[in-house]
């Protein structure tokens, strides 16, 4: 049966198995699949540049519905976890054990692919001993790879909400109504020039508040009033697009509930693989047989470039990811 239910009362209670998330990463990381490509596939004025440009254009927003995700998922974990402050490094080493390795993957890869090709065209490589310490923190961004630069967000957000979901557990209408605005002010400081995360935390937020309206957490009037004053927020920096992604994607979070194919549930579980390896595949791909076609070939080019990304995403999501989620299951919390 395939029928859209409406905030049904196990949703509403924080029970559901928000199938709905798989669609929602599959469309994030389709998009930003979209916008690096598209960058390749509009140069030079092709038939189809115009369409291609709106990718490059709109796809970067697929990173605006990750972060909501990631600030409505990680507070639902966390609660059904049954979390407290005590398993703070727990929790840490979890999202460490979960993320990192096929991080560390996909940099070598990366790496690796870098070099080749800049042997190849007798170019310099870029990289350093130093650059290549730093990027295994998230400190250096490989010019081949300029995805990895959310990662240093969304390992900061994980610092944050260990902490900031405690004091929502214990004192959620104070904690929603006091910091969630402070945080905004916050942000709108010198701090977002030391702390990446500062510039995008209200969809972060965002997500958090969700959390709470959608398991019933604090006072639905307080949480409300405090979406609206993100959702103006945002509307104040003037990220007109940003605002109507992020918000569409916590409407279809709270308000969908439907049954996902297979194809979009598979999407949905190798997002972060994709993720991850799409530009160092796909674009070098791009990047080398845009010379030796014509540019009626080009939506073929882009299409190639997308299957052949997806497939060694999921040979990739086998090979590190996979084993890094389970691993990162075994640990739990002590009670």
Same mark, same amino acid.
């Given at each position: 049966?395939?029928?859209?239910?409406?905030?049904?009362?196990?949703?509403?209670?924080?029970?559901?198995?928000?199938?709905?998330?798989?669609?929602?990463?599959?469309?994030? *990381?389709?998009?930003?699949?979209?916008?690096?490509?598209?960058? *390749?596939?509009?140069? &030079?004025?092709?038939?189809?540049?115009?369409?291609?440009?709106?990718?490059?254009?709109?796809?970067?927003?697929?990173?605006?519905? #990750?972060?909501?995700?990631?600030? !409505?998922?990680?507070?639902?974990?966390?609660?059904?976890?049954?979390?407290?402050?005590?398993?703070?490094?727990?929790?840490?080493? /979890?999202?460490?054990?979960?993320?990192?390795?096929?991080?560390?993957?996909?940099?070598?890869?990366?790496?690796?692919?870098?070099?080749?090709?800049?042997?190849?065209?007798?170019?310099?490589?870029?990289? &350093?001993? $130093?650059?290549?310490?730093?990027?295994?923190?998230?400190?250096?961004?490989?010019?081949?790879?300029?995805? !990895?630069?959310?990662?240093?967000?969304?390992?900061?957000?994980?610092?944050?909400?260990?902490?900031?979901?405690?004091?929502?557990?214990?004192?959620?209408?104070?904690?929603? $109504?006091?910091?969630?605005? !402070? @945080?905004?002010? #916050?942000? =709108?400081?010198?701090?977002?020039?030391?702390?990446?995360? @500062?510039? @995008?935390?209200?969809?972060?937020?965002?997500?958090?508040?969700?959390?709470?309206?959608?398991?019933?957490?604090?006072?639905?009037?307080? &949480? &409300?009033? *405090?979406?609206?004053?993100?959702?103006? !927020?945002?509307?104040?920096?003037?990220?007109? *697009?940003?605002?109507?992604? +992020?918000?569409?994607?916590?409407?279809?979070?709270?308000?969908?509930?439907?049954?996902? +194919?297979?194809?979009?549930? #598979?999407?949905?579980?190798? +997002?972060?693989?994709?993720?991850?390896?799409?530009?160092?595949?796909?674009?070098?791909?791009?990047?080398? =047989?845009?010379?030796?076609?014509?540019?009626?070939? =080009?939506? $073929?080019?882009? $299409?190639?470039?997308?299957?052949?990304?997806?497939?060694?995403?999921?040979?990739?999501?086998?090979?590190?990811?996979?084993?890094?989620?389970?691993?990162? /299951?075994?640990?739990?919390?002590?009670?």
């Amino acid at each position: 049966m395939n029928k859209v239910n409406v905030m049904n009362k196990k949703a509403i209670k924080g029970e559901g198995s928000l199938d709905i998330l798989y669609v929602l990463r599959a469309i994030a *990381v389709l998009m930003v699949c979209f916008c690096h490509f598209g960058k *390749v596939a509009s140069i &030079n004025g092709n038939n189809f540049s115009k369409l291609f440009s709106y990718f490059e254009k709109y796809g970067k927003y697929g990173v605006e519905i #990750f972060f909501v995700i990631s600030g !409505f998922v990680i507070p639902l974990s966390l609660s059904r976890g049954k979390y407290t402050i005590e398993n703070y490094p727990k929790f840490l080493l /979890k999202r460490v054990v979960r993320l990192h390795p096929p991080y560390i993957a996909a940099l070598i890869l990366t790496l690796t692919i870098m070099f080749i090709s800049y042997k190849v065209r007798h170019v310099v490589y870029p990289e &350093n001993v $130093l650059s290549i310490f730093q990027s295994l923190f998230y400190l250096h961004v490989p010019s081949d790879n300029p995805v !990895f630069w959310t990662l240093l967000i969304e390992a900061q957000y994980y610092l944050f909400i260990g902490l900031f979901f405690t004091l929502i557990t214990r004192m959620p209408k104070f904690s929603i $109504l006091v910091f969630v605005p !402070f @945080f905004l002010l #916050f942000s =709108m400081t010198l701090v977002a020039d030391y702390i990446e995360l @500062f510039k @995008f935390i209200e969809y972060f937020l965002m997500g958090t508040v969700g959390y709470c309206l959608y398991s019933k957490t604090g006072d639905k009037y307080i &949480n &409300n009033l *405090v979406l609206v004053l993100i959702l103006s !927020f945002i509307t104040f920096k003037g990220n007109y *697009v940003g605002l109507f992604f +992020s918000f569409s994607t916590l409407v279809i979070i709270l308000f969908i509930n439907l049954k996902v +194919s297979k194809a979009i549930k #598979f999407l949905g579980i190798i +997002s972060y693989s994709i993720y991850l390896i799409h530009f160092p595949i796909g674009m070098k791909l791009m990047n080398f =047989m845009k010379p030796r076609i014509n540019d009626t070939s =080009m939506p $073929l080019l882009f $299409l190639l470039a997308l299957i052949v990304s997806i497939a060694c995403s999921w040979v990739f999501y086998i090979l590190f990811e996979a084993y890094s989620e389970k691993l990162s /299951k075994k640990i739990k919390y002590t009670q």
